[in-house]
């Protein structure tokens, strides 16, 4: 495969602190010689891991964006031992757009990996990332929540890969340092879809993410658990040692496992009444909403239940649903 054509305006070996632009080269209409800014940043200093932290992966998830710009802001390379390479806008063109996917060409980046240098501007960024970022880092921590049709109880994700004892041990550390009300994992093999934390583990860089809230906007809670939460696991793995950081609140381990987990809305749209509220304890059987049938209103609403006992994580935002939108899924405590 051929080399990235992203060229970085700063130096990722240089010691201190440096700011600048990824350049992708983009030839339009408006622009014939063109390139499109995505901000990078990088803070180097003495010996220890290189992690990235990474958020603005989907463009309309906020809470890991603000967080990582005014981590950029306030940190200073004599605190930083190792290297920290900040992704703040992955998706610039989606994070400009305020969109979960790129207003250019449709792209979802975090189903885009390992990319493609030849591919569309995504999968250039995504290809970017895998070969020229990823590749070398120890760690790295890519900051999501529901964006605009999701919301979640603040939470950090992880996947586990089975027969990787080692490998497992540190994510799930990662995910009780990181101290979000709810710490979840998934199970599937190494590298085994298109995310940005399945490039990273195919690079051999141990990682976790993040589901910190969501409804496209950002609130004073999840970005506490998303600022405390990343402080804490850059002191943990070493990379800032003495950055002030609070006390882990604890985490509740859960798993989301198969389809039982999920709530989708099976047959016509219509408008969604939530039975449940974030965060309730389930039971099996027990009804999750109403659809009900605007064109119809005479109709009695259809009635979709959960499938298996859990948490409510993850709820829908929109009042309209069509079959196949998901509007719920559960956790269950974690069993190792
Ligand atoms: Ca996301």
């Not at 940005?196 to 195919?202: D, E, F, N, Q, T």
Request: some cysteine.
């Amino acid at each position: 495969m051929a080399a990235s054509r992203i060229t970085p305006t700063i130096d990722f070996e240089k010691n201190g602190r440096q700011t600048g632009f990824l350049r992708l080269l983009h030839s339009v209409h408006e622009s014939a010689y063109g390139w499109i800014p995505i901000p990078v940043a990088c803070i180097k200093n003495g010996k220890g891991p290189t992690v990235l932290l990474n958020s603005g992966n989907h463009g309309d998830e906020y809470e890991g964006q603000v967080t990582l710009m005014k981590l950029i802001r306030e940190l200073k390379p004599e605190q930083v031992q190792g290297r920290i390479i900040f992704n703040p806008a992955s998706n610039f063109p989606a994070a400009m757009a305020g969109r979960r996917t790129s207003p250019i060409d449709g792209g979802n980046l975090n189903r885009s990996f390992p990319g493609d240098p030849d591919g569309g501007v995504t999968k250039q960024i995504a290809h970017y990332i895998d070969t020229e970022i990823l590749s070398k880092c120890d760690f790295a921590f890519d900051l999501h929540s529901g964006g605009s049709s999701l919301m979640y109880v603040p939470s950090s994700l992880g996947t586990l890969v089975p027969g990787e004892t080692d490998r497992n041990t540190k994510v799930l550390e990662l995910l009780r340092q990181f101290g979000a009300p709810i710490g979840y994992v998934s199970t599937r093999p190494m590298g085994a879809d298109q995310t940005l934390g399945a490039s990273a583990s195919r690079r051999g860089a141990i990682s976790i993410g993040t589901e910190l809230g969501g409804s496209g906007t950002v609130t004073p809670a999840a970005l506490r658990v998303g600022e405390a939460g990343v402080r804490r696991l850059l002191k943990h793995i070493g990379v800032v040692p003495d950055i002030k950081v609070d006390p882990t609140p604890g985490t509740r381990l859960m798993q989301v496992g198969g389809p039982d987990y999920y709530v989708y809305t099976p047959e016509f749209g219509g408008v969604f009444e939530p039975l449940v509220e974030l965060g309730d304890e389930i039971k099996a059987g027990q009804p999750a909403a109403a659809i009900h049938f605007s064109h119809t209103p005479w109709r009695e609403p259809e009635i979709v239940k959960f499938e298996r006992d859990g948490v409510v994580l993850c709820k829908r935002i929109p009042g309209r649903t069509e079959r196949g939108d998901c509007l719920f899924h559960l956790g269950s405590d974690y069993k190792a």
